[in-house]
T-cell receptor
Framework: GENVEQHPSTLSVQEGDSAVIKCTYS??????FPWYKQELGKRPQLIID?????GEKKDQRIAVTLNKTAKHFSLHITETQPEDSAVYFC???????????FGTGTRLKVLA | DAMVIQNPRYQVTQFGKPVTLSCSQT?????MYWYQQKSSQAPKLLFH???????NEADTPDNFQSRRPNTSFCFLDIRSPGLGDAAMYLC????????????FGPGTRLTVT
């Protein structure tokens, strides 16, 4: 079945440094890839997304890149701040459905 | 401006006692989802509706049922909760067509005693 792998599971960075989280998906026909930030006890919050017809998308300090050939997509956070500390999930929309498969999550800690 | 509303936010039930969680939405989205999320894990899709068309995940236990009486409301029924069903239950919506974004409710934290 469809699968999304996410790495690393935990990531610690110094404030001001960059953080990169990577995901690999199995469904070559997937066409939509959202990234969510989830703080403890709260709902997943969409922070950025990308469609399969685009290779890169940026929103201030956050960017997502997509390599369709390799079936990889990555989240890049620059100039990290303590409030970026949270669990981040990638997801992929299953082609031909309205379902989303989530990655296993990355716990990001930004050290002040 | 609440868009996806879940009630209650916290629910305590006894082992084996049926419980119902509610979700409503003001977005007029035709797709609604129920996810189960346990601590430090990814949300796990239990089922979703496309309009009235119900789609169950193959590994969703029979103990979990759902109802969608109209576009705005969706319910999750747990017929005989076990200790392993303690989790956060997230409702989400999306609109069919070219907008793929999912909108999540705040979740209901279920405790089973």
């Amino acid at each position: 079945g469809e699968n999304v792998e996410q790495h690393p599971s935990t990531l610690s960075v110094q404030e001001g440094d960059s953080a990169v989280i990577k995901c690999t998906y199995s469904d070559s026909a997937s066409n939509y890839f959202p990234w969510y930030k989830q703080e403890l006890g709260k709902r997943p919050q969409l922070i950025i997304d990308i469609r399969s017809n685009v290779g890169e998308k940026k929103d201030q300090r956050i960017a997502v890149t997509l390599n369709k050939t390799a079936k990889h997509f990555s989240l890049h956070i620059t100039e990290t701040q303590p409030e970026d500390s949270a669990v981040y999930f990638c997801a992929a929309r299953v082609s031909g459905t309205y379902k989303y498969i989530f990655g296993t999550g990355t716990r990001l800690k930004v050290l002040a | 401006d609440a868009m996806v509303i879940q009630n209650p936010r916290y629910q305590v039930t006894q082992f084996g006692k049926p419980v119902t969680l509610s979700c409503s939405q003001t977005l007029n989205h035709n797709v609604m989802y129920w996810y189960q999320q346990k601590s430090s894990q990814a949300p796990k899709l239990l089922f979703h509706y496309y309009d009235k068309d119900f789609n169950n995940e193959a590994d969703t236990p029979d103990n979990f049922q759902s109802r969608r009486p109209n576009t705005s409301f969706c319910f999750l029924d747990i017929r005989s909760p076990g200790l392993g069903d303690a989790a956060m239950y997230l409702c989400a919506t999306s609109k069919s067509g070219t907008s793929y974004e999912q909108y999540f409710g705040p979740g209901t934290r279920l405790t089973v005693t």
